[in-house]
Every structure is written in structure tokens, then in C-alpha cells.
């Protein structure tokens, strides 16, 4: 080969690696080959990634603020509320930076904060929120929710205005506002034609801190910062949800270093793995007080379970304090301290008492069998399926054990179903084949009435999830009768009384909420909300 053919062949070689290289580096800060860099947005570069473990596909490119598609997180991390969810359930302004509500709870008028733009460079303004409240309100997986059910009209009088008008009066409207969906606000680009409530979904462009970069479904979701984010400045890195469904992987992902944080609801961590990660220099561990508490669904139409007798029992023979390798506590009742409307009088508790549950079983008429050491009526002992999931959830197989171990202590034979996730919520809401299943209340602005109205609420046509009271559903229907926090108060007051005389579900655990990251990881600030966990858009790295 001569000189010459040789250096054509390395000048070649040497203009088609940079050609290359000049690719790679403008597929990663999200630019198409050939276009300019936006002289505002933040440079991120491929070390510039925060990766987040999540335990389910995000549907990144399904994610409309009008909808539950996708995770919660994300929801909230592109979208904005009107309104906040502060501390001890305080509402404080959003994207709204004042309201007033009428005396009849009839009419709420909001004032908007000015000079706000989407993601797209667009103006956020009253007819965005008519737009996106009409969405939604037109959606029929939304019509349970007040907003939905009572909304007559909304007026725009100008452009950071919005009067939304009730045909009666709303208790929940501000609650339901503040949510990580589907009340959220969206660009009307967002659809197709733009501004068309019933339009087709093109993309999500909110004006939180976060806009969808790139989706790999059951993989991962890739966010980029918001150049346009009102509150703070953009971010200087890229947003990473990567989809990894088992736990122990979760754990191995963050000791190797393919993922920087892990925990909470959308990423739990198992927590017999914690002590890995404890007095070790290179991760830190994050707690933060919560909301939620997990706890027995009950199938009374399990014959057993159909007499309140063996529901109490199940409650004292159940020691939470063993739960979570012994660092459980007494639980006082199915909702946390953090809970609106909770206080220490109006949580009654069944304390540990497996000699008084053993009494309650004889009263209702059961009768000890020395031979297979359990209780039974008419040649029938008491066996109880247990439907659990740990993907999301792993340290529920341990509680799961644990409660069976505690159920056979009193004479009740307990099975226990680890199922799939989607199998799992299938057995909940549509066929019911469990007799009692683990569940978890839900969090913030949804406690307590959404969350008891979602799972308690019964009519003839639409039974109640977890447990079908008329007594319970009446006074559901009183708390939608009243603004007044001291007569809302005193009907709580006697649902939580109702709960715990009937034995309506058997109180397991109060969570906390706990994420586990590696120390290039700073800043790191707990979300207002369990549905928006961190601050993600403040987190920094060291280089």
C-alpha cells in the first residue's frame, strides 16, 4: 500500500469518528444533527444524568395531565396545580396565586400568577386552565371526582382570571386541585387541534420544571429541564426514571452504580437491605415523615369475615409491633398523626391481646381443635387467602409472614398469594378472589375523604370496594355537605368510630417515607407531597 493511499485512508478514517462523535454528542443533549443549541437551555452532557429506580413503566408518551396514565411522579414533575398541598394540609397558592370561595361553596374564583409560559414557549393564561379543567371533566375515569361531578361553567372575565361555577356546593374542590392528577394544568398545544377538550393527545407540555426528552417503554423516561420554569432556574442535568420491577435488582442497581437513587413509592427499597447502605460513606439515607399506612382489606363476603366477631379478633391477634424486622409500632388506627382530621382521641385501637381474640372466636361460636390446633364451626376451621405484591412493596412478603405467624397463634390458618403486580390490582377492583389483601392508604390532599370514598363509598349499583356500609356511606355524604372544618371535623370523628367498631380493615404499618442515593448526589429535598417525593429539579452533582 503506498504513503499516499495510506494517510487518505487515516484522513478518511480520522473525519468519519469525529462525524460520528459529533452525532453521539448532539443525540445526547437532545438537539437533531444540524440544528442550533437554544442560547437558554442549560447544557447537559452525558455525565450530567440523575438516574431514579422506579417499579413501573412511566408511559412517558402518554402522560396527559387529564388522565392516571403513567406515574405520579412524573406527573408531577411536568405539570403544575393551581394550587399547593402544604404542611398539615394547608392549600397555598400555585399557579393561582390567590381565590376566593363563596359562602354557598358554590362559586371559586381564581386569581393566576402572570408572566408563566409552558414548556413549549406558550403563555399559561385562564383559557389554559378552561382548557385543561374541561379535559378533564369530560374524561369518565375522572366522573367520581367532585370537580367532575359538579362543575356547571367555567369563565375566563380575562386572562388571569378563571370563576369556576358548582350546581352545588364543592368541599373538595381546592383538595382535588392540588393533586398530581388529573387536575394538573397542559398546554392547549398539547392536543390536536390545539385547544380542543375532546383533542388528541400530541405530547405533555406543562410548566413545571421538567419536559419529556425521550421514552423507551419498559425501560426507561427521560426528562429534560423546562428553560421556561417560572420558580427557579432550569436545571443542569437530565432526569432519568429507569423502569426496575424486582427489589433485590433495585438494590444491586444502586451498589453498582447504574442508578443514583432509590426508595419511596416509586422506587422502594426492601428493607432488610437497608443495613447495606447504612454507615457506608458512599450512599446517604433520606427519611421523611408520610402519610400512608398499609393495612387488611376485608372481604366480608367471606363468611367468616362476615361476622364482626372475627374481625376483632383478627385485629387483637395482630402484634404490629414485629412488623419491619421488629422496628413496627402499636398502630392506633387505619390513618397516621399526619392525617387531616386525626387527632389522638379519634383513633381508637385494638392493642395486642391474642387471649381476648381467642375469646371473641368463642363467641361466635367456634370451637377449638386440639388435633389440627385451630378454630373451627361445624368441621369448617378458619382459612383466610392473603392476596400481597412486592413489587412495588417488597417488605410486604415479611408482613405477610409475619401476620400469618401471628393468625396461627389465635387459630386462624392463613394462605398467602404473592401475586404480579397487574394481577394484584385486577384482584382488588375486579374479581375479588382474595378474603383479605394488603393495601396502602393513598396520600396527601386524597386523606382522608377521597381515599375513603374510592374504597368504602356503596351504593345498590356501585358496591364498595373494601367494605359495603350504609352507615359509613352516609356520613361520606354529610362531609360533602359542609365547608366548616369544625363540622367537618365532628363527621370524622364518628367515620373514624365507625371504622374501628365494625372492624373495617385490620391496620398494619405506618409508613415512613425512606430514599437511599449516592453522596455525588446533594441537595436533596423532600416534595410536599408523596406524589411529588423529592425536588428533583434542586438536586445537584458533584463532579
Known amino acids: 500500500m503506498s504513503k499516499s493511499f495510506r494517510r487518505s485512508a487515516i484522513t478518511i478514517s480520522t473525519i468519519l469518528l469525529l462525524l460520528l462523535a459529533a452525532c453521539s454528542s448532539q443525540t445526547e443533549s437532545g438537539k437533531e444533527p444540524g440544528t442550533a443549541a437554544s442560547t437558554n437551555k442549560p447544557e447537559v452532557t452525558a455525565a450530567k444524568r440523575i438516574t431514579v429506580a422506579v417499579t413501573q413503566d412511566s408511559k412517558g408518551d402518554k402522560i396527559d395531565a387529564s388522565t392516571y396514565n403513567g406515574a405520579r411522579a412524573v406527573h408531577s414533575a411536568i405539570y403544575d396545580p393551581l394550587v399547593e398541598f402544604g404542611e398539615g394540609g394547608k392549600i397555598e397558592p400555585g399557579l393561582a396565586t390567590a381565590w376566593e370561595v363563596s359562602e354557598d361553596g358554590k362559586t371559586y374564583t381564581f386569581h393566576l400568577r402572570e408572566n408563566v409560559q409552558f414548556s413549549d414557549g406558550s403563555a399559561f393564561n385562564a383559557e389554559a386552565v378552561k382548557f385543561s379543567l374541561a379535559r378533564t371533566v369530560a374524561n369518565e375515569e375522572n366522573a367520581s371526582l367532585e370537580i367532575a361531578r359538579k362543575l356547571d361553567k367555567v369563565e375566563t372575565p380575562d386572562d388571569h382570571t378563571v370563576v369556576l361555577h358548582f350546581k352545588e356546593m364543592a368541599t373538595q374542590a381546592l383538595l382535588e386541585l392540588s393533586q398530581a392528577r388529573p387536575f394538573r394544568i397542559m398546554s392547549p398545544n398539547a392536543v390536536n387541534p390545539a385547544g380542543a377538550a375532546d383533542g388528541e393527545f400530541v405530547k405533555p407540555i406543562g410548566t413545571g420544571p421538567w419536559q419529556l426528552d425521550s421514552f423507551k417503554e419498559g425501560a426507561e423516561t427521560v426528562l429534560t429541564a423546562n428553560e421556561h420554569y417560572w420558580k427557579e432556574k432550569p436545571s443542569p442535568y437530565k432526569l432519568v426514571f429507569k423502569v426496575i420491577t424486582d427489589p433485590q435488582a433495585r438494590v444491586l442497581a444502586l451498589q453498582n452504580g447504574e442508578i443514583d437513587i432509590a426508595g419511596g413509592e416509586v422506587g422502594n427499597i426492601p428493607y432488610e437491605s437497608l443495613p447495606i447502605f447504612e454507615n457506608n460513606a458512599k450512599y446517604a439515607i433520606e427519611q421523611h415523615a408520610s402519610t400512608m399506612s398499609y393495612f387488611m382489606v376485608i372481604n366480608q363476603k367471606n363468611a367468616f369475615l362476615a361476622d364482626k366477631n372475627v374481625r376483632q379478633a383478627i385485629n387483637l391477634g395482630t402484634d404490629t409491633s414485629k412488623m419491619m424486622n421488629g422496628q413496627g409500632a402499636d398502630v392506633s388506627g387505619l390513618f397516621q398523626s399526619t392525617v387531616a382530621f386525626v387527632t389522638p382521641a379519634n383513633q381508637p385501637t385494638y392493642s395486642f391481646d391474642p387471649d381476648k381474640a381467642k375469646q371473641l372466636l368463642e363467641t361466635a361460636g367456634y370451637q377449638w381443635n386440639a388435633g389440627s390446633k385451630q378454630y373451627e364451626k361445624d368441621g369448617k376451621p378458619i382459612q383466610l387467602r392473603l392476596v400481597i405484591q412486592t413489587e412495588e412493596y417488597p417488605e410486604w412478603k415479611e408482613m405477610a409472614e409475619i401476620f400469618q405467624s401471628e393468625m396461627k397463634n389465635i387459630g386462624i390458618k392463613v394462605e398467602i398469594a404473592n401475586l404480579e403486580r397487574a394481577a394484584y390490582y385486577d384482584t382488588l377492583w375486579t374479581n375479588k378472589e382474595y378474603d383479605l389483601l394488603l393495601y396502602r392508604t393513598y396520600t396527601d390532599a386524597q386523606l382522608p375523604y377521597r381515599f375513603l370514598t374510592s374504597l368504602f363509598y356503596h351504593t345498590d349499583k356501585t358496591p364498595g370496594v373494601a367494605y359495603q356500609d350504609t352507615t359509613l356511606t352516609q356520613q361520606l355524604d354529610d362531609i360533602a355537605?359542609?365547608?366548616?372544618?369544625?363540622?367537618?371535623?365532628?363527621?370524622?370523628?364518628?367515620?373514624?368510630?365507625?371504622?374501628?367498631?365494625?372492624?373495617?380493615?385490620?391496620?398494619?404499618?405506618?409508613?415512613?417515607?425512606?430514599?437511599?442515593?449516592?453522596?455525588?448526589?446533594?441537595?436533596?429535598?423532600f416534595g410536599d407531597i408523596e406524589d411529588n417525593p423529592v425536588e428533583w429539579h434542586q438536586l445537584t452533582i458533584e463532579e
Open 481 to 525: 355537605k359542609t365547608t366548616s372544618k369544625t363540622e367537618q371535623q365532628a363527621i370524622f370523628d364518628r367515620i373514624f368510630k365507625r371504622l374501628h367498631e365494625e372492624a373495617m380493615t385490620v391496620p398494619i404499618y405506618y409508613t415512613k417515607q425512606t430514599f437511599i442515593h449516592n453522596k455525588k448526589i446533594g441537595n436533596f429535598i
